[in-house]
């Protein structure tokens, strides 16, 4: 089965209960399902359990199963609103959880590009967040740290670059040195480009040192 979509869920629960994959799975099976309907669950410290088989139809979206794969997080209720206004409240690890999740599943299913709320295909408080939300907030929370590990990468790679370049010209500075009066000239462009290369290198790494890494 091919997957293009991934389609986030919340379990409907409250957050100081601490509902298991096991919980949710006897729910299906009551309403008649064969096993539990998402391909995955994560309980409120983080923990993953996996549900269906990704290769498997899920049965989390009425008339969308078909080339999607449903992540399902333990919450979305508060006791404060009830039980029928859905909020967007994982934890932490919830979240953390999550990211890394859907990172991993475009990894083995690369065209699994859309990231989604079930909201975004049938009349649903779930996942907690408006129409479009869940898109957002992977644009904000996942794409933001792809795109900037992306980057110091470009940046590494044109460091790297101008390093090696600088490489190049001190050997050539070396060989013709008894050979031409332009020798102190190719030195001083190794000079620059080496501390351009130093420049480049040190920006590349601004970002992991702004987070604490070294």
């Known amino acids: 089965m091919k997957i293009h979509s991934i389609v986030i869920h919340y379990s409907a629960t409250y ?19 064969r096993e539990i309907g998402y391909h995955w669950f994560i309980r409120r410290d983080g923990t993953l359990e996996e549900g269906r088989a990704e290769g498997t139809l899920g049965a989390h979206v009425r008339g969308h ?12 209720l508060e006791r404060s609103s009830g039980p029928n206004t859905g909020v967007w409240n994982p934890t932490e690890a919830q979240e953390k959880a999550l990211i890394q999740l859907i990172r991993d599943i475009q ?7 859309r990231v989604i709320g079930h909201k975004d295909l049938v009349p649903t408080e779930c996942p907690g967040l408006p129409k479009g939300g869940v898109a957002e907030w992977w644009a904000k929370h ?9 980057t110091r ?7 790297a670059g101008v390093g090696t370049i600088g490489a190049a010209v001190t050997e050539q500075a070396e060989t013709l040195a008894p050979l031409s009066g332009m020798s102190d000239a190719l030195k001083w462009a190794f000079v620059a480009l080496t501390i351009a290369g130093i420049g480049l290198t040190l920006y590349a790494r601004r970002d992991d040192w702004r987070d604490g890494k070294r």
């Open 15 to 33: 957050p100081d209960q601490d509902i298991t994959r096991g919980t949710v799975d006897k729910w299906h099976r009551d309403r008649g399902f």
């Open 153 to 159: 990468t470009v940046r590494g790679g044109v460091a």
């Open 65 to 76: 199963n078909s080339g999607t794969i449903g992540i399902c997080w333990a919450g979305g």
């Open 107 to 113: 990894k083995r299913h690369p065209d699994a590009k």
């Open 142 to 150: 996942g794409g933001k740290e792809r795109t900037l590990a992306e």
